[in-house]
């Protein structure tokens, strides 16, 4: 069974990034408090795949009754009663995995073969946007093209949502995904700031560089500047 645990904050995006993750609707549950958290978890006595979707830091969650690196006493005594095992952890949440020995220390609550997380910030929002009554597939990539790049993994393909417009003009909300370092969300499809900042400043998701290592070495990042990646540590 999978699991997808988000925060309200989330919850314009949660629906969408679940599907990345192949997690149907009975499977999505938002919950806001790590005592809740806990509960939920716990009513599980395994799970194959957790996805955690929460604002995050450096190894760190924050819900809200408390923002903690996942490394401090705290954290084990919310699950102290949680018996639940799970194989393979996911943090939606930013930067949580330019901390791997935060995620690992996480894991072993739950006997985890696997932690995975990004090492960068995850933005996403939605736009609205105009499909022309008619429009062909081409045109609609053409009209559409400042977007294209950062629609979340998902959306409809380009082809589809032209057939929407086949008989009537039709206005559309569109989920946007991508991955910057900075704190400062300048989204880049607007004002040109993917023009102007360039590769190094913005990535989708499909970018980040996969990077596997082993629990005894796992350690946090002391760089200022880390490598987009997705790093799984494995605990057994």
């Given at each position: 069974?999978?699991?997808?645990?988000?925060?309200?904050?989330?919850?314009?995006?949660?629906?969408?990034?679940?599907?990345?993750?192949?997690?149907?609707?009975?499977?999505?549950?938002?919950?806001?408090?790590?005592?809740?958290?806990?509960?939920?978890?716990?009513?599980?006595?395994?799970?194959?795949?957790?996805?955690?979707?929460?604002?995050?830091?450096?190894?760190?969650?924050?819900?809200?009754?408390?923002?903690?690196?996942?490394?401090?006493?705290?954290?084990?005594?919310?699950?102290?009663?949680?018996?639940?095992?799970?194989?393979?952890?996911?943090?939606?949440?930013?930067?949580?995995?330019?901390?791997?020995?935060?995620?690992?220390?996480?894991?072993?609550?739950?006997?985890?073969?696997s932690?995975?997380?990004?090492?960068?910030?995850?933005?996403?929002?939605?736009?609205?946007?105009?499909?022309?009554?008619?429009?062909?597939?081409?045109?609609?990539?053409?009209?559409?093209?400042a977007?294209?790049?950062?629609?979340?993994?998902?959306?409809p393909?380009?082809?589809?949502?032209?057939?929407?417009?086949?008989?009537?003009?039709?206005?559309?909300?569109?989920?946007?995904?991508?991955?910057?370092?900075?704190?400062?969300?300048?989204?880049?499809?607007?004002?040109?700031?993917?023009?102007?900042?360039?590769?190094?400043?913005?990535?989708?998701?499909?970018?980040?560089?996969?990077?596997?290592?082993?629990?005894?070495?796992?350690?946090?990042s002391?760089?200022?500047?880390?490598?987009?990646?997705?790093?799984?540590?494995k605990?057994?």
């Amino acid at each position: 069974m999978k699991l997808f645990l988000f925060g309200s904050d989330q919850r314009g995006t949660a629906a969408p990034m679940a599907t990345i993750w192949g997690i149907d609707a009975k499977q999505r549950k938002e919950i806001n408090t790590w005592v809740n958290l806990a509960k939920e978890i716990g009513q599980h006595q395994k799970l194959d795949e957790l996805v955690l979707d929460y604002h995050g830091w450096s190894g760190g969650l924050l819900l809200d009754d408390g923002g903690f690196t996942l490394t401090e006493p705290q954290v084990p005594k919310y699950f102290e009663k949680v018996k639940t095992k799970i194989e393979h952890i996911r943090f939606e949440g930013c930067w949580v995995g330019e901390a791997p020995d935060a995620m690992a220390a996480f894991g072993r609550l739950f006997d985890a073969q696997s932690v995975s997380g990004f090492t960068w910030a995850c933005w996403s929002n939605e736009i609205e946007v105009t499909l022309p009554k008619g429009i062909t597939a081409a045109d609609l990539k053409k009209h559409l093209a400042a977007f294209e790049t950062w629609l979340m993994p998902g959306t409809p393909p380009i082809a589809q949502l032209a057939s929407m417009a086949r008989q009537r003009e039709v206005k559309k909300k569109l989920p946007m995904l991508w991955y910057q370092y900075s704190t400062d969300e300048k989204p880049p499809y607007a004002n040109n700031n993917f023009q102007r900042l360039g590769r190094h400043s913005y990535k989708t998701r499909a970018e980040a560089t996969a990077r596997t290592i082993d629990a005894k070495n796992a350690k946090t990042s002391d760089s200022p500047s880390p490598p987009f990646e997705y790093v799984t540590v494995k605990l057994r």
